[in-house]
């Protein structure tokens, strides 16, 4: 029943800055948590960050922390990941996912791929130098 999908993507040059919907549509979510991941190509599934859509508690990657934000729309069932001064190895294909199966009290589980039940398609992330 339950869809993810993500939006925003783009071919954009070092330094620029997009942002990234994730709409989850198709049933109701109780005290869920949103996730951005990406993948390069050849590269593991990398974890980005995650918002709980109740509490609004977030965990970012090292990586990432300090260059893309996440926020979420209650009303909306929709979280955002604003990116900001993007290098040319942030170029991906950026997942989102929700996770409802389970409410973690340790936000770190929501790192773990496995924790979440339902993936969106992904948008591509192409950076250019």
């Known amino acids: 029943q339950a869809q993810v999908v993500e939006s925003g993507g783009g071919l954009v040059q070092a330094g620029d800055s997009l942002r990234l919907s994730c709409a989850a549509s198709?049933?109701?979510?109780?005290?869920?948590?949103m996730g951005w991941f990406r993948q390069a190509p050849g590269k593991d599934r990398e974890f980005l960050g995650v918002i709980t859509m109740s509490a609004g508690n977030i965990l970012y990657e090292d990586s990432v922390k300090g260059r893309f934000t996440i926020s979420r729309d209650i009303a909306k069932n929709t979280v955002y990941l604003q990116m900001n001064s993007l290098k040319p190895e942030d170029t991906a294909l950026y997942y989102c996912?929700?996770?409802?199966?389970?409410?973690?009290?340790?936000?770190?589980?929501?790192?773990?791929?496995?924790?979440?039940?339902?993936w969106g398609q992904g948008t591509q992330v192409t950076v250019t130098s």
């Open positions: 198709g049933r109701t979510f109780i005290h869920y948590a």
């Open positions: 996912a929700a996770a409802f199966r389970r409410q973690y009290s340790d936000i770190t589980q929501y790192t773990v791929p496995s924790n979440y039940d339902y």
